[in-house]
């Protein structure tokens, strides 16, 4: 028997592997449905006449939809479990994605007004962002049964490189079916809907066969040994949904956090919906001599630089201040609203400062995010709560999100540019510094569950 010993604890190191690359890769491809809209804006608005605002608000449509989202199928998550949850929002995500490529193609034949085709994406992308809401918090709940507290700080950094990168991906991916391979190969930039419809499917596939809820699920004992006074040997085990969510709502550390993350949302999406738009504003990367190293960089820059971000803000959690996430975010916020404010005023014609200002601005705004939306969410959510707790937190991220849609491209017609609305940006990240002080000496574990 003594040989079998070492047995379930590489097992249980293989399925770790499995897991983690399984929700990396994933939540990877989930990006490649959500980002390439803001990629297209140029040529959606040349083809159907639309101003900034009435972009906006198709983009106001998922950051909306995603916020309910997110409260709803966080609590879901916890409830049947991420296999389950993750998948359905993959495919009806992909399903969206092909319906707007339906759309945008019977359109070049005349086959739909203007007006029309305007409302139809307001509905399929909002739908779109309810399912997109299926991706995230799952993930922060599977992660939470899989892999101990020990070293959160660390595995999540790393996981969190899966949003930078396919945020990276998924942009370069738009903006070469809308740029050159239109201009270079002959194509159709209606592309942009179908071909990450098409990878982001197979994904799925492979996600819910590769994917398991908890070690248990394939006779593993479970991890986090010390949390099972919460997991189930109170009786808690089985907590509705109402539960689930009053437990959420009672948590003030969950506030504290999620209002944060409203403000840091503010700040992200206007980059993630206008610097696309910016940037071909002044002219930039318009015509094929765009489509270069420097022009891409400019557009892909932002997410990169943040996959360097979240690894070092969760190894710096653990090295530094014991898993206390607070002085970190904090700190990253403050250079964040500093360094948005001074994009305002750079000459967008100096390539490489360009490109540094921007790199510093992603770095400051994953750091603090993966703490807030991950690691913050798996401290005080615990095992049973964990994907309820993020959904909590990325719900309210995603009204502020939501702000920087319509209301954005509103303040960019009325001022006729965007100088503003960065400072605005800037503004909303120190506001979120000042704020999660208030949480400081917080850790993972000075929350008890009740």
């Not at 891409?296 to 997410?303: A, F, G, S, Y």
């Not at 979240?310 to 609203?337: E, Y």
Request: aromatic share 16%.
């Amino acid at each position: 028997m003594n040989q079998n010993l070492p047995k379930p604890a590489a097992n249980l190191k293989n399925w770790q592997f499995r897991i983690f690359g399984t929700v990396w890769i994933t939540y990877f491809a989930y990006y490649l449905c959500r980002m390439n809209m803001s990629m297209a804006k140029t040529p959606l608005c040349e083809t159907f006449g639309w101003n900034a605002a009435e972009f906006g608000l198709i983009a106001s449509s998922l950051t909306i939809m995603y916020a309910v989202g997110q409260f709803v199928n966080g609590q879901l998550a916890d409830r049947f479990g991420t296999r389950i949850i993750a998948s359905l929002g993959a495919a009806v995500s992909v399903l969206m994605n092909l319906a707007i490529f339906a759309v945008v193609m019977v359109s070049a034949d005349d086959g739909l007004s203007s007006k029309t085709v305007w409302i139809l994406l307001i509905l399929f992308w909002g739908i779109n962002g309810f399912f997109q809401a299926m991706g995230w918090s799952p993930m922060v709940r599977v992660m939470t049964h899989w892999f101990p507290v020990e070293g959160r700080g660390k595995i999540m950094g790393w996981l969190g490189t899966c949003y930078q990168l396919g945020g990276a991906f998924s942009w370069f991916l738009a903006f070469f079916l809308v740029q050159y391979y239109p201009e270079h190969m002959g194509g159709n930039w209606r592309m942009v809907f179908l071909v990450p419809s098409i990878l982001f499917a197979i994904v799925g596939i492979i996600f819910y066969l590769m994917i398991r809820n908890t070690p248990e699920d394939v006779g593993l004992p479970p991890v986090n040994i010390e949390d099972h006074t919460e997991e189930g040997y109170t009786g808690k085990k089985h907590r509705s949904i109402m539960q689930n969510v009053l437990r959420t709502l009672k948590n003030p550390y969950l506030w504290i956090v999620a209002l944060t993350f409203f403000l840091l949302d503010v700040n992200r999406y206007g980059f993630i919906n206008w610097l696309p738009a910016y940037l071909d504003a002044k002219q930039i990367g318009i015509n094929t001599s765009g489509f270069t190293f420097q022009e891409v960089t400019k557009r892909c820059i932002h997410p990169l630089a943040g996959g360097v971000g979240v690894i070092v803000a969760g190894w710096a959690t653990d090295r530094f201040f014991k898993g206390r996430r607070a002085p970190v975010i904090a700190v990253l916020l403050l250079l964040l609203g500093i360094f948005t404010i001074l994009f305002a005023f750079i000459d967008t014609h100096q390539s490489w400062l360009l490109i540094i200002i921007i790199a510093v601005i992603g770095f400051c705004t994953y750091g603090p995010h993966i703490l807030m939306v991950g690691h913050a969410a798996q401290d005080f959510g615990k095992k049973s709560g964990s994907a309820g707790a993020a959904g909590f937190i990325d719900c309210m991220g995603y009204l502020g999100a939501s702000l920087v849609g319509y209301g954005a491209g509103k303040l960019i017609d009325y001022f006729n540019g965007y100088k503003e609305n960065f400072i605005l940006y800037g503004c909303a990240a120190l506001l979120g510094a000042v704020l999660i002080c208030f949480i400081w000496k917080v850790g993972p574990r000075t929350h008890t569950v009740d």
